[in-house]
């Protein structure tokens, strides 16, 4: 097909030029890209192989292109997170260079290319600020007022005598096991092990294997009883978040409410089954009746004469209003709780975390058979042994990572007044920039 539409090209392109003109490639190569959507190297490529054989093959079919959000999960990103902020912590201006030297030295973390990790950053929702040639890389704002905003309520919240719950989910493959062993470096093959009596260390699964999908809340008292939500995933996804959705959640959640303490507040993550809205707002697919019967039930003023573009800006204003509400949120007002939301991939405020590695330590200890069955009953027992002692060590530590973390954003401040900062919105070379 491609050689045809080039062929069309060339030859109309022969006829509007004079017989002793001839049309150049380059210009209908890139015209056959325009018509079909592809590259001009694509085009290139297919000419030449035309030119070299009588027939040629059609390109092989591709699966779909997988991005690194499909690959890497919360833990990791939070992680990397948390890399940028010790640079602020350090009074040391981040760079990107900087950060994918520390990301790679990690063995707990992937190798990254300096264009994967650039836009992980913007993932992360960092941005860039600039003074001449120089680059650091900081916290969007947004992200800056949500985390003050969050760090300040909590402690209102405490202040107040208000009982804390942490609640999240978490994942587990049957074939968890302990990264590091001790092995037997005088072994150096099977058949010496057998005619020694000896063995070529541990068994370790082929593979990850199935995975089970783990939520539960709990507080300083430990966790509340007969919340444990655990169940087998359909899809080995890295992202456990896509095995969830809302009415499941909420199903879950309701059952839970009636368990907790009054007056109480209920910390969770921005996950999507956790932040479902209330109601819909009015966009541009809508039809102008369908928005104007739901301004006239909001009873906001507007004219019937205005078209949609001014009816949706009408909308937006009064968003906050009548929109900015929770499914979870109104559920747990019922009952007189307060939900409370972590900034996006801080999940390292969150107890829990720490109380989940407690769990699948036990697991990766315990794991003999790598069965989804005994990985299962082996999780539950790790949860068993997680005593409120041990759910009031893991909160105090995190109390003092949010006193920590609430004055990061003041290191930050000083690290970015030493340059006379310019901040940018758009990429640039200095992105590049890794001058000290």
């Known amino acids: 097909m491609i050689q045809n539409v080039y062929k069309h090209v060339f030859e109309e392109k022969a006829a509007s030029l004079l017989p002793i003109e001839a049309p150049e490639k380059k210009e209908c190569v890139s015209k056959t890209a325009d018509i079909l959507g592809i590259g001009v190297t694509s085009v290139y490529s297919v000419l030449k192989e035309c030119k070299e054989n009588e027939q040629f093959k059609s390109p092989e079919k591709r699966g779909p292109k997988h991005s690194f959000k499909d690959k890497l999960d919360d833990f990791t990103f939070a992680a990397i997170r948390r890399k940028v902020h010790n640079f602020f912590y350090a009074n040391e201006s981040p760079t990107i260079i900087k950060i994918l030297k520390v990301v790679n030295e990690d063995p707990d973390l992937p190798n990254f290319s300096w264009s994967t990790l650039r836009n992980v950053m913007k993932h992360l929702n960092f941005k860039y600020v600039t003074k001449s040639r120089h680059s650091i890389l900081i916290d969007r704002q947004d992200i800056i007022l949500w985390r003050q905003r969050y760090l300040r309520k909590i402690k209102e919240y405490r202040r107040e005598g208000r009982y804390i719950y942490y609640q999240d989910e978490t994942w587990i493959n049957e074939g968890h096991a302990p990264k590091k062993a001790w092995i037997d470096q ?105 928005i104007l019967e739901w301004l006239t039930s909001k009873n906001i003023l507007f004219e019937a004469t205005m078209v949609k573009a001014t009816l949706i800006d009408i909308v937006r204003q009064h968003k906050q209003e009548h929109c900015d509400k929770y499914v979870v949120d109104e559920m747990a007002a019922q009952h007189g709780i307060i939900v409370l939301r972590l900034p996006p991939y801080h999940c390292e405020l969150n107890p829990i975390e720490l109380v989940w590695a407690q769990a699948k330590g036990y697991v990766a200890r315990n794991n003999k058979t790598f069965k989804m069955t005994e990985v299962k009953k082996l999780f539950e027992e790790g949860l068993q042994h997680i005593t409120p002692e041990k759910w009031n060590s893991c909160v105090s530590h995190i109390i003092k990572k949010e006193d920590k973390m609430y004055g990061l954003d003041h290191m930050i401040d000083n690290v970015t007044d030493r340059f006379l900062i310019n901040v940018t919105e758009s990429d640039s070379d200095d992105f590049l920039s890794d001058n000290e």
């Open 186 to 290: 005088t072994v150096l093959s099977s058949r010496q092990a057998f005619l020694d009596g000896l063995t070529t260390g541990l068994k370790q699964p082929s593979g990850k294997g199935k995975r089970l999908i783990v939520g539960h809340i709990g507080g300083e008292e430990g966790f509340v009883e007969d919340s444990l939500l655990i169940f087998e995933a359909k899809k080995n996804k890295e992202d456990y978040h896509q095995e969830m959705n809302a009415d499941s959640f909420e199903k879950w959640f309701r059952g839970v409410l009636p368990k907790l303490k009054p007056n109480s507040v209920v910390v969770m993550d921005n996950a999507p089954y956790h932040s479902r809205k209330l109601e819909s707002l009015p966009k541009m697919s809508w039809t102008k009746p369908r």
